[in-house]
Every structure is written in structure tokens, then in C-alpha cells.
């Protein structure tokens, strides 16, 4: 049983697409995989619980325990670090890796509190950026020591990919940083549905109404 703890810099980084995404892949490879979100602020509570968890074939993991755990004013508590720890415990007897999503509302040494009573590895999901500073990461390797694993860049621009491999990836190695990878940006994700487009416009389908939840991936405007 493996348990990953993927971190981030900052909100929309991108954690839960890939943990979902990766969670996913691994289960279309035969490897059993659940991705979970156990703890969140107030603000993270817009998303449906299906966007916090994804646990295939495990019923309602949540059974007797309070889930998703909410963060209040006094932080990361021992009891929700205890009711945490169960969540995960209860994925990994059916799953043989779980991926847990840190919030960004935690302090750094909230989050690595968490990972280390959850047994987990750390990855760190990262926005990449042309010039960026390198010097969070190399303050994650020296928090987490022997238990971070590396970083994932996320959102690389189309034209930055001679930096990546020349400059960026070169200065980890130097820092002894491992990368896992780096995943281009794609524009169709950040796309709006053919449903929402027909909602905003208070439209009605003069053909028969298809897949509504279809990302747009472009518009022809054409009038007479």
C-alpha cells in the first residue's frame, strides 16, 4: 500500500485534476487507486463531494466518520488529524494506492504534520512559470527530508519548453530536486460546456439537445 501526499504552492495549482486524473490511470492499469481530499476551509466547500473524493467501488468511505473534516479557527487539531488518518486507513484496505490532496488552507507545518500521520510520501504540484524561484521546493525537500519525492510542474506554457529542459530542469538537478514531470497547458480544460453556454444565453436547442456537459473548444459567430 502506498499513500501520497501531494502539496502545493498555491490554490489552482491543480492538485485535485491530477489526483483524480492520475488515480484514474492507475485503475485502468489494474492498480487499485483512490484520490481524497479529507481536509478543507470553508471556501473549498463549493465543491461537490464527488470533486473531494474519487474511490471507485468502495461504497461510502465516509461511513461513520464526519467527511469532508472542515478547518476552523484553531488549525489543524489532533482530533482532525485522528479522523483524517481513519479516512485514509479505510481507502487504503481496499486500494493499493491512495493519493491524499493537501488543502492550501494548512500552514507548511500543518501539512507536513498531517503526512507524516499518514504514513505518506510527499509531491508537489507546481504552476510553472518562466523564471521561477526554485527556492520553495528546496525548502520542501529540507521540511519533509527522506519523505518528499519531488515535483510535478503543471501548466506549462507552449512555448516554454526549450526553458524547461535548458534551464528549469537543469537548476533542479543542481538542487537534487527530482521531477516527475512536467504536463503542458491545455486552453480545452479551462473550455465552458455547451450547457452553460445555453444557460448564460437563456437559449432553446432547435435539434435534438446532445452532450451538454461537451467542453467548447471553439466559436464560429455568424449572422445574416
Not at 90 to 112: R, Y
Not at 118 to 139: F, N, W, Y
Request: proline letters at 3%; charged letters at 20%.
Amino acid at each position: 500500500m502506498t499513500v501520497l501526499y501531494i502539496a502545493s504552492d498555491e490554490r489552482g495549482a491543480g492538485k485535485t485534476a491530477f489526483c483524480a486524473s492520475l488515480a484514474s490511470l492507475l485503475n485502468q492499469r489494474g492498480i487499485t487507486a483512490a484520490a481524497i481530499k479529507p481536509i478543507v476551509d470553508e471556501s473549498e466547500l463549493v465543491d461537490a463531494p464527488e470533486q473531494l473524493m474519487f474511490a471507485p467501488g468502495t461504497g461510502d468511505v465516509s461511513s461513520g466518520s464526519p467527511w469532508p473534516l472542515v478547518l476552523n479557527s484553531r488549525g489543524l487539531t489532533k482530533q482532525l488529524v485522528k479522523t483524517a488518518t481513519s479516512l485514509v486507513q479505510q481507502l487504503a484496505e481496499n486500494h493499493q494506492v491512495v493519493l491524499v490532496e493537501g488543502s492550501n488552507s494548512l500552514e507548511s507545518g500543518d501539512g507536513k504534520k498531517l503526512a507524516e500521520a499518514i504514513g505518506a510520501k510527499v509531491l508537489a504540484v507546481v504552476t510553472h512559470r518562466q523564471g521561477m524561484d526554485l527556492s520553495g521546493l528546496s525548502e520542501w525537500k529540507t521540511s519533509h527530508m527522506d519523505s518528499f519525492l519531488g515535483v510535478i510542474f503543471n501548466s506549462r506554457r507552449q512555448y516554454l519548453g526549450t526553458e524547461v529542459n535548458q534551464v528549469l530542469l537543469p537548476a533542479l538537478a543542481m538542487e537534487q530536486i527530482r521531477s516527475f514531470g512536467v504536463i503542458p497547458e491545455s486552453r480545452t480544460l479551462l473550455a465552458v460546456t455547451v450547457g452553460q453556454i445555453a444557460k448564460h444565453l437563456e437559449a432553446r436547442f432547435l435539434t435534438e439537445e446532445n452532450d451538454l456537459n461537451a467542453l467548447v473548444e471553439y466559436f464560429m459567430v455568424g449572422g445574416w
